[in-house]
């Protein structure tokens, strides 16, 4: 049987800290929060595409259309 120095033992720690901390956070995302997640930037990029001349509109439509439909995922 090994035993772990006390240098392996500080670099486990942090690694397992790190992993409790993010399997937490992906088991407390909603599918509300996580549809959010998603839409924002594509809600931001469609409203910088519509200061585009003549397709600007055309194409922030489509990509509020796109939002909306991700956004009425059942998760």
Do not use: E, Y
């Not at 409203?47 to 509109?57: E, K, L, M, R, W």
């Amino acid at each position: 049987m090994q035993v772990m120095s006390t240098q392996q033992h500080t670099k486990v720690l942090p690694w397992m800290a790190r992993t409790a901390v993010l399997a937490v956070l992906v088991s407390s995302l909603s599918g509300c929060v996580l549809t959010k997640l998603v839409t924002v930037p594509m809600r931001l990029v469609g409203a910088v595409v519509s200061i585009v001349p003549v397709a600007g509109n055309t194409a922030n439509k489509a990509i509020q259309t796109a939002a909306d439909t991700v956004d009425d995922v059942p998760l």
